[in-house]
């Protein structure tokens, strides 16, 4: 499904600045320095059965894309998990090579070997499209309460 030459694969520390600025297509990142990032990698990585972080890199192993899977312990469906993907973004100039389709494929397919029973995300209305074509079915709204 990937491009020749691109791979899907976790995020690396050393991936800070193309990972951030790929993120800076679907909001506000603000300014954080390589420590910090550092900092946030090794959270993630002392925490790896909640936080899935994943990239898409190029040829020269750059980052294009990006995906987030959280894996959430629950009491309910018997202590079931359930996969939450989050800050999908892909670079302006990557976009319609079917790279965020071969994100959402790839986070999916780790939810399921984590044996999550579902995995759901929360999107913009612009976006419903797109994850229909990934497989993904309409359900309930989205609510917030923003403290900032
Ligand atoms: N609405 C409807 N269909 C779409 C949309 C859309 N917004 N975007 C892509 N598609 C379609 C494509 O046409 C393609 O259809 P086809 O298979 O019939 O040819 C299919 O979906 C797959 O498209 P991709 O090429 O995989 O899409 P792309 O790599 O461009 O990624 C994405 C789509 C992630 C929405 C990208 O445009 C992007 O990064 N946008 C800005 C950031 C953003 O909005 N991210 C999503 C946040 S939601 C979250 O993080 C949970």
């Excluded at 790929?22 to 603000?30: A, C, E, I, N, Q």
Aim: proline share 2%; net charge negative; with cysteine.
């Amino acid at each position: 499904m990937l491009p020749a030459g691109y791979t899907v694969r976790p995020l690396e520390a050393s991936d800070h600045a193309a990972y951030l600025d790929t993120l800076r297509v679907l909001t506000t990142v603000g300014d954080i320095s390589e420590a910090d990032f550092g900092e946030l990698w090794r959270y993630w990585t002392r925490h790896r059965d909640i936080f899935h972080p994943h990239v898409i890199a190029n040829a020269d192993n750059v980052v294009v894309a990006t995906g987030m899977l959280l894996v959430e312990k629950k009491a309910i469906h018997g202590c079931g998990l359930v996969g939450h993907i989050e800050d999908i973004a892909v670079a302006a100039l990557e976009q319609g090579k079917k790279l965020g389709l071969s994100m959402i494929a790839a986070l999916a397919e780790r939810a399921r070997g984590a044996g999550c029973y579902k995995v759901i995300l929360d999107c913009a209305s612009r976006n419903v499209g797109f994850y229909e074509k990934c497989g993904f079915e309409h359900l309930g709204c989205e609510m917030v309460k923003r403290f900032h």
